[in-house]
């Protein structure tokens, strides 16, 4: 099993809450508003998030003036 720091943590309950409604896409200045962190502190985790979590999927999809990250339940 992988070890997530309480960050990661709060950012995968988020991301794993808001794709079963049915979200995909996600930019890290709205997740960080949602979950009281930085945008800096959500941008740095989701590459790494992306490559250890297994129940989520994370993916780098466009970048326009910031990232928009594509979420998808495994």
Known sequence: MT?????EQRIL???RESAAR????????????????????VGAR???????SDDVDIEKWGRA???T???TLS
Request: proline residues 2%; aromatic residues 12%.
């Open 3 to 7: 070890d997530y720091s309480d960050e």
């Open 13 to 15: 309950s988020y991301l």
């Open 22 to 41: 049915g979200e995909q896409y996600f930019r890290a200045k709205n997740i960080a508003e949602a979950i009281g962190l930085s945008s800096k502190q």
């Open 46 to 52: 989701l590459p790494h998030l992306a490559e250890k």
């Open 65 to 67: 003036r910031s990232t």
């Open 69 to 71: 990250w594509k979420v």
